[in-house]
């Protein structure tokens, strides 16, 4: 089977900062994207949980996409005005898809 070699980016943001940064990608017109909740972590200032908190605000999420390695520049550019100054982590990755014709 032959796959196509892509980018997936992947960002784990705030709750807050989540429909901000759905509405930028769909701007983008980036072909797609998937949202998961983000239960639990450790970071530079300790370990975190969704357990407990009453509060969305404080809740975390991870999207990833999977995209054009020519369209990688130019979203990351705007991701990074959205995630510059909130709590965040933006990594990129090399994947080979099946079915390249959905992204």
């Given at each position: 089977m032959d796959t196509t070699a892509k980018k997936k980016l992947e960002?784990?943001?705030e709750a807050p900062m989540l429909d901000r940064l759905c509405r930028l990608l769909d701007q983008l017109?980036?072909?797609?994207y998937t949202v998961l909740?983000?239960?639990?972590?450790?970071?530079?200032?300790?370990?975190w949980s969704r357990k407990g908190e009453i509060s969305e605000s404080q809740r975390m999420y991870v999207?990833?996409?999977?995209?054009?390695?020519?369209?990688l520049p130019r979203?990351?550019?705007e991701v990074y005005a959205i995630?510059?100054?909130?709590i965040g982590i933006v990594?990129?990755?090399?994947?080979?898809?099946?079915?390249a014709e959905h992204f």
């Open positions: 960002i784990v943001i017109e980036l072909g797609g909740p983000a239960v639990s972590g450790r970071g530079r200032n300790g370990s999207l990833f996409a999977v995209l054009d390695a020519r369209d979203v990351l550019d995630v510059a100054r909130q990594t990129v990755s090399d994947v080979a898809v099946i079915r």
